[in-house]
């Protein structure tokens, strides 16, 4: 399967787990193009509900794949205007699997990453994509590595 795997990081911990599911769904014989978000002006900071104004200048063209991973941080308590904005904008997603994930501060899901994956997944629903189980990985409190590594080895089984 050709999978693409979007992701916005500002610290790294984003594109991190974002590498280590390539190399699970690498390790499973699938085809993977990993695409870090670029803006056009630095984006650091940010509420879905107070954007600022920027263009993502790297947006990829999703008709080549058959399943697309999403992921980006949680800001504000809600995924990151960047990957929100760049979701809005993907084409060619209709119809294909879709799994939306964050990565997170604050020890508890419900402390943003629930509401920024239930955004993500209505965003891609209505997109026409059929929408898996989002992926949460919080760092406080945790060893979020341990996690991230364990979280990453599940997904291949969404896309046999």
Known sequence: MNIGIIIHSKSGTTLRFGRLIAENLKEQNHIVDLTELRTDIPVNLGSVRQPKKFSIVNIPDCTKYNAILVGGPVWAFSASPVIIGCMKELKGISGKKLLPFVTMGFPFPFMGGSQAITLMSDTAA???????????????????NLHMKKVASEIPSYFE
Do not use: E, T
């Open 126 to 144: 209505g997109l026409g994509a059929k929408v898996l189980p989002g992926k949460i990985i919080p760092k406080l409190f945790r060893n979020y």
